[in-house]
């Protein structure tokens, strides 16, 4: 008997009970949205975390004493917590060594002894400001802009002047009617003259950005004890062409600074866009991984829920099936049909969690400012396992159909 | 030789009753012969139908169709024999409920693997030689039961059988409308066809040539009708 003829009578046999069939769909339908919705927000974020928007501003490449991420082996964090701190000094130096490559290095430190307000007058921001000691480069370095104002100079950065730029959440609680340039504003304890403000730049991956107070990193350390902090250096490639290049020049330019050996490992981490797609993929993996877990959960419930919705079905259609045995059905007929029917079942509440996963996923994707995908390879993945769920949850009540007796089944009632 | 039946027995258990309903029947029917099974109500008829249309099996005996031993039989010969050897007209019809009246005609040709072009030509054919050609897209419980009986003819035929079983294939026809059946069935005959039917009635068992008498499931008398 051909297929067509097969899958006409299952669409036939599910339309007559269109509730049920529903019913029975959407625990499959749940199942594949979860992992569809999952894998679509985490692949366009990905996507969007590739393409070096949001993280790092372009061809910049990062190095520290920290790595960032997870750090699982305990042998390996007491090695990192070894390393000596990078001090001003040899970020200065560092600074200088690449000086025929680029101008661009952005030198960091930040706040840490607890949440950081910043007060003027009467008037205070909500603790847990970004406080963070910096130079000129910051700017080009974290893709923030001036609003008001004006960037550090070289000369602040020299002559550790107690200048402060404020993020625009700062500016609105501070200084909500009046300018703030000139003004005295106080952070941990030290007293800093507002020069500039950051132009407001939202938020990014639900974080916002504007709730940040940058200083001179020469002021800052003087400030709050040079020995205590180490030293981020972001660096900017002049151009793509010479990022690779830059980037050997750097790690060089760092081992000298650092004075190890030729035979010592780096005692510093550097994080280039890869690396930070590398840790979000960590991340990314443990996410993928719950997803899977619980759509495997939420499909092995809706394979039994099709199973005993198809028992149901080869009972109440035991006449139908003594009828169509008595004119000639084979056995492979009457097991194709019902099996069928059970793969149409999974398969189309498939297709119905696939469609919601991606809408639900890129919309996500969406509100986090990123790409938006089509997961082909997961939604290929989704309706292989479907078709195996129907065939798997099907097969035992279809082969009870096709071994059903003749006789006794036209006389059911 | 189409069918030759030996010593056949059919048991059914009713919990500590048991009930005979063919007590060792011995039966031999030849190509091309036209036979009615008669009986009163109970006599075993439709049983031995059954067991003819190689739809149940028998306790006990043996039964032979075309030279080979159906109980040796596979699952797929057997659904072959239905489709394409058999046409069974049941006494209680058995059509699908929720098919109209042509794809309950066509469902025979479904399973011979025909064309839908071909397998609608032919059902169309067939509802039109019962009478039907204007009610092919009614449903069964839309239909009148000489109407659902010509239906369950039609699907009977609808595949050129060889051999054709009717089990009071005229039992809720007017006498105008089973006599155009049984000329269907004469034409059948004469075509070379085997014509096995049961009935209750004198009038219709005189179109067949020989004529079996039941009677709590034995045969009481196998002859040619007078
Ligand atoms: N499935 C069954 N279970 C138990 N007893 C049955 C079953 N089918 C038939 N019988 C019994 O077998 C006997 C023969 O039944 P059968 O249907 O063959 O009679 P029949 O000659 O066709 O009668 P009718 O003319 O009324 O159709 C009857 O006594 C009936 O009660
Ligand atoms: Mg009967």
Not at chain 1, 156 to 172: K, N
Request: aromatic share 6%.
């Amino acid at each position: 008997m051909e297929f067509r003829e097969i899958l006409r009578m299952a669409f036939g046999s599910l339309g007559v009970n269109k509730l049920r069939s529903f019913l029975t769909m959407s625990g499959i339908s749940i199942g594949v949205f979860s992992v569809i919705g999952v894998m679509t927000a985490v692949s366009a974020l990905r996507g969007s975390i590739e393409t070096g928007l949001s993280v790092l501003g372009s061809n910049i490449f990062q190095i520290s004493r920290n790595p960032t991420g997870f750090q699982t082996s305990g042998e390996a964090r007491r090695r990192i917590e070894q390393r000596r701190n990078i001090t001003l000094e040899q970020a200065q130096r560092y600074q200088q060594l690449l000086r025929d490559v680029t101008e661009v290095v952005c030198l960091k430190a930040f706040y840490r002894d607890g949440p950081v307000q910043a007060s003027h007058g009467n008037r205070q921001t909500e603790p847990g400001l970004t406080f963070g000691g910096s130079n000129e480069h910051f700017l080009a370095a974290n893709q923030y802009a001036i609003d008001l104002g004006r960037n550090f100079t070289a000369e602040d950065i020299d002559l550790a002047r107690p200048f402060v730029i404020l993020g625009q959440s700062v500016v609105r609680k501070l200084f909500p009617a009046e300018s703030p340039l000139g003004k005295r504003v106080k952070l941990a304890g030290r007293t800093y003259e507002v020069i500039g403000t950051f132009a407001e730049k939202g938020s990014s991956f639900g974080q916002t950005q504007d709730e940040i107070v940058i200083v001179p990193v020469t002021r800052f350390l003087s400030d709050f004890g040079a020995a205590r902090f180490s030293i981020n250096l972001a660096t900017q490639a002049p151009s793509q062409a010479v990022y690779n290049e830059t980037l050997d020049r750097a790690i060089t330019a760092m081992r000298i600074v650092r004075s190890l050996r030729a035979e010592q490992e780096n005692d510093f981490e550097i994080y280039s866009n890869d690396s930070l797609i590398a840790a979000f993929a960590q991340i990314a993996d443990v996410v993928r991984a719950g997803a899977l877990v619980i759509s495997a959960i939420a499909l092995l419930a809706a394979s039994v829920g099709i199973m005993n919705i198809m028992l149901v079905s080869v009972t109440e259609r035991t006449k139908e099936i003594g009828i169509r045995k008595s004119v000639g059905a084979r056995r492979r007929s009457i097991l194709g049909q019902f099996l069928i029917e059970a793969v149409l079942l999974s398969v189309t509440g498939g297709v119905v969690g696939i469609i919601l996963g991606v809408l639900t996923g890129n919309a996500l994707a969406v509100w986090l400012q990123a790409e938006v995908v089509f997961p082909w390879g997961w939604a290929a993945l989704g309706l292989v396992t479907c078709s195996f769920i129907g065939v798997a949850a099907g097969l035992y009540p279809a082969l009870k159909a096709a071994n059903l007796d003749p006789i006794e089944s036209l006389r059911y009632e | 030789m189409v069918i030759r039946i030996e010593g056949v027995t059919k048991l059914y258990r009713m919990g500590a009753e048991t009930i005979h309903a063919l007590r060792g029947v011995n039966l031999e029917i030849r190509r091309n012969e036209y036979l009615a099974i008669m009986g009163p109500s109970g006599s075993g008829k439709s049983t031995l139908m059954n067991m003819l249309g190689c739809l149940d099996t028998p306790s006990a005996g043996r039964y032979d169709f075309n030279g080979k031993d159906v109980a040796r039989m596979v699952d797929d010969e057997l659904a072959e024999i239905r489709n394409r050897e058999i046409g069974f007209v049941f006494q209680t019809f058995n059509l699908l409920p929720r098919s109209d009246a042509l794809h309950n005609v066509e469902l025979p040709l479904i399973y011979a693997g025909l064309s839908p072009a071909v397998r609608r030509e032919r059902a169309l054919v067939a509802l039109r030689n019962v009478g039907l050609g204007d009610r092919i897209h009614h449903k069964p419980n839309e239909m009148s039961g000489g109407q659902r009986q010509r239906v369950a003819i039609a699907r009977a035929l609808v595949n050129h059988p060889s051999i054709l079983l009717a089990d009071e294939p005229t039992g809720n026809l007017d006498s105008r409308t089973g006599e155009e059946i049984m000329a269907l069935f004469e034409d059948l005959y004469e075509q070379g066809h085997t014509i096995i039917v049961v009935t209750h009635e004198e009038d219709i068992a005189r179109h067949a040539r020989r004529v079996v008498r039941l009677r709590d499931g034995l045969i009481e008398s196998d002859g040619p009708v007078p």
